[in-house]
């Protein structure tokens, strides 16, 4: 079906929207693998390219948001320092190539690990540092905290269409766990380079990682990173046993 034919049958019957006509089959994943109920993936996979324009747009929005952080780094480690715009911009090419039918594992699982990962590690942050986010507008802390969360929503749509070989549940452990160690624990060049956080203060552009502030972010995210990888690989041997893959 051409993308014409198919928008005019969308606007004929709107349900259509949460049809699964030409999505994958869906894999019966056990809930605690999947949560999202099927009307909801279908909505999501059925309306990928309204998602992928608006992670782009989230995705600069994101790297106008970590200008000030830019400032500070060193530029070596730059790339790991925007960990929120990286996992949009992977989830965007990761619906986008599969939407052209070219889907890519590789992007799939970081995509997936991103999505999880900081879709849950920045509301964990902005609650437990609730105080210290005062200074935010309730609307911007409100777009943050709920716009993170929907990134979550887009990890587990990932598995409709992702079957998670090995080489790249691999691949997704190395980034994320390698963004772990420069983040909180080997910075390799100046401090740590996680995301900025207002329970640390900057000195003379140098950010003060203090105890327990430091300390409390890097659990989220190594703990978030295990879990990604857990559920990345209870996916793909759920999906093998069921011979959907």
Request: charged share 15%; glycine share 6%.
């Amino acid at each position: 079906m051409d993308a014409v034919t198919r928008l005019r049958r969308l606007l004929d019957d709107p349900r259509s929207l949460f049809g699964d006509d030409e999505l994958p089959a869906t894999a019966d994943l056990p809930r605690w693998l999947n949560p999202l109920p099927e009307w909801l993936e279908n909505f999501g996979l059925n309306v990928a390219w309204v998602v992928v324009v608006i992670n782009l747009v989230g995705t600069a929005f994101g790297f106008w948001y970590y200008g000030f952080q830019f400032s500070i780094e060193p530029v070596v480690m730059w790339p790991f320092v925007p960990d929120s715009p990286v996992a949009t911009l992977f989830i965007a090419l990761s619906l986008a190539l599969w939407k052209l039918g070219r889907s890519n594992e590789y992007l799939n699982a970081l995509a997936f690990f991103g999505c999880l990962k900081l879709g849950l590690w920045t509301p964990y942050v902005l609650l437990v540092f609730k105080s210290d986010f005062s200074y935010l507008h309730w609307a911007m802390y409100n777009f943050l905290f709920w716009s993170h969360l929907a990134m979550v929503v887009e990890a587990f749509l990932i598995q409709r269409y992702a079957t998670f070989p090995i080489v790249a549940v691999f691949t997704a452990v190395v980034w994320y766990g390698f963004n772990d160690v420069v983040d909180y624990f080997v910075p390799l060049v100046g401090t740590p380079h996680h995301t900025l956080i207002p329970a640390e203060p900057i000195l003379d552009g140098v950010v003060q990682h203090i105890a327990p502030a430091h300390e409390l972010a890097a659990a989220g995210a190594v703990v978030l990173t295990l879990t990604a990888t857990f559920l990345a690989l209870s996916t793909r041997v759920v999906k093998v046993e069921r011979g959907a893959v």
